[in-house]
């Protein structure tokens, strides 16, 4: 039984949806209500995941960043990654929890649960994440989920009121307030088309955001 759905394309729109899905569904559960910066962890946990930071070996393929264990439903950090302990760690679990949502048949991997608690054995392979930032095919889809899930635009749209996006240390404050690094902020912010950087420089130019 495979519990991976086949590979397709998920437009930003979609996977955008997705994202405001668990947030909104989170907001009507008040011991689950999200409040910003985000822990990521407690959004795992509302999907009934657990998260651990553990030592996970290489393999033949070499470092592995992270895990999923279906039927565990667990997600491992490898907690010997260093720039994984930092904002990257929580974009790490939210990129995950995108996985866990977009890639894995939750339906499927129940049903394998249901038939290993009667004895009947189910090998599923886990979902390895290799390399942080080789974002191509499910790994571009899993890392855009996790920039809308920890930066969400109506957050976005509140926390920039009457700040200057023009300039740097605005931008660092708002990456400290939801606990994500500036690059993530930064191509967060190039993505939605509020802000453009000048080619070769570091100069940035605010562009008209559209009206919530």
């Known amino acids: 039984?495979?519990?991976?759905?086949?590979?397709?394309?998920?437009?930003?729109?979609?996977?955008?949806?997705?994202?405001?899905?668990?947030?909104?569904?989170?907001?009507?559960?008040?011991?689950?209500?999200?409040?910003?910066?985000?822990d990521a962890s407690r959004v795992a946990e509302f999907l009934e995941l657990d998260v651990v930071w553990d030592d996970i070996p290489n393999d033949e393929k070499g470092l592995i960043a992270a895990r999923i264990l279906p039927l565990e439903r667990l997600i491992e950090i490898n907690e010997n990654i260093p720039q994984l302990h930092s904002g990257l760690g929580e974009s790490t679990i939210a990129h995950e929890i995108g996985h866990w949502v977009l890639h894995i048949n939750v339906p499927k991997v129940d049903r394998a649960i249901e038939l290993t608690r009667k004895g009947i054995t189910m090998p599923v392979e886990p979902l390895l994440c290799r390399n942080i930032e080789n974002l191509q095919g499910i790994e571009w889809q899993a890392q855009y989920f996790a920039s809308c899930l920890l930066m969400p635009r109506y957050i976005l749209q509140e926390m920039q009121q009457h700040k200057d996006l023009t300039q740097w240390r605005n931008l660092y404050d708002i990456a400290e307030q939801l606990g994500v690094t500036i690059s993530n902020l930064v191509h967060r912010l190039k993505d939605l088309n509020w802000i453009e950087i000048v080619e070769d420089s570091r100069q940035i130019h605010q562009k008209t955001l559209e009206p919530i």
């Open 1 to 38: 039984m495979s519990i991976f759905k086949p590979f397709r394309f998920i437009s930003k729109h979609a996977i955008e949806c997705e994202a405001l899905n668990i947030l909104e569904s989170m907001k009507a559960c008040p011991n689950y209500a999200p409040k910003f910066p985000l």
